[in-house]
């Protein structure tokens, strides 16, 4: 973990036996740091070029050596890690408190109780919480995506039990082969029941439309049932799956 002016900064998680290196860095520079924020911010900027070109034991010797005015590490610590960039999400939440900035570099967690093992109960009453989040592939977030922590082991091993997950809010278009929240409906004015599957579905001709013969909701996990969807059953997609934010974090 990095600090600055006594602040926790940032993390940095290496694979020892690969060499590979993540780093996560504070956004909000200017709200702590104030005439230091341009010199930290390209300090940070600065920290996974020196990392690759000196190694990472060399790398943590020079900081000591160099920028312990400033800039330090504590001794580094191990982690059990399924993959570096989402345990170093993980980890740069659990140590770094930074300023929310709502859909600029936080994204709100929504409590659905959602199983992905079964159907839960709607209990989204509102935004528990803003984490921050860089999605990849996304230069910058939107009001469309949001986070939802999964519980269940049906949409392992690629969505872990216990994983914050973020899903971008569904408005049309092709669904097959996606992985999607959906809902589904008890009556008219009661809530419903959320599940995340991958979906599948069988249309067929109806005059000069094409309607739905099949929906099937299935999971990547083969220990569990998929199911379909029945005629008689409302519900509506509330959600696509884009990317795994964090794994649990031992």
Same mark, same amino acid.
């Given at each position: 973990m ?23 860095f504070r ?7 104030g005439?230091e ?5 390209? /300090?940070c900027?600065?920290?996974?070029? +020196?990392q690759?070109?000196m190694?990472t ?5 020079? /900081? ?7 800039f330090r ?18 980890l ?16 709100p967690l ?5 199983a ?11 935004v ?5 989040a860089?999605?990849?592939g ?6 469309d995506?949001?986070?939802v ?17 973020v ?11 996606? /992985?999607?929240?959906v809902?589904?409906i008890a ?7 959320f ?7 069988r249309?067929?001709?109806s ?10 909701m299935r999971?990547d996990?083969p220990?569990?049932?998929?199911w379909?969807l +029945? ?9 696509e799956?884009?990317?795994v ?6």
């Amino acid at each position: 973990m990095f600090e600055a002016l006594g602040e926790s900064c940032g993390v940095m998680l290496t694979d020892h036996s690969t060499g590979d290196c993540v780093f996560r860095f504070r956004r909000d520079w200017e709200d702590f740091a104030g005439a230091e924020a341009e010199v930290l911010a390209a /300090i940070c900027e600065d920290l996974p070029e +020196k990392q690759r070109e000196m190694g990472t034991h060399a790398f943590l010797e020079w /900081i000591d050596t160099s920028l312990s005015g400033t800039f330090r590490v504590e001794p580094p610590a191990q982690t059990i890690c399924a993959d570096l960039e989402r345990t170093a999400q993980a980890l740069y939440r659990r140590l770094v408190k930074s300023t929310v900035r709502e859909y600029k570099t936080h994204l709100p967690l929504i409590p659905i109780d959602l199983a992905a093992g079964k159907l839960g109960q709607d209990r989204a009453t509102g935004v528990k919480e803003w984490i921050e989040a860089e999605v990849p592939g996304r230069r910058a977030l939107s009001e469309d995506l949001f986070i939802v922590r999964i519980r269940g082991r049906s949409m392992e091993p690629d969505i872990p039990d216990g994983s914050l997950c973020v899903f971008r809010s569904y408005y049309g278009g092709s669904r097959t082969g996606g /992985i999607y929240i959906v809902q589904r409906i008890a009556t008219h004015d009661e809530g419903g029941e959320f599940t995340i599957k991958r979906y599948a579905s069988r249309k067929k001709q109806s005059g000069d439309e094409w309607e739905h013969e099949q929906i099937h909701m299935r999971p990547d996990n083969p220990e569990f049932e998929a199911w379909d969807l +029945k005629e008689e059953d409302r519900y509506v997609t509330i959600a696509e799956f884009v990317s795994v934010l964090e794994d649990p974090v031992a």
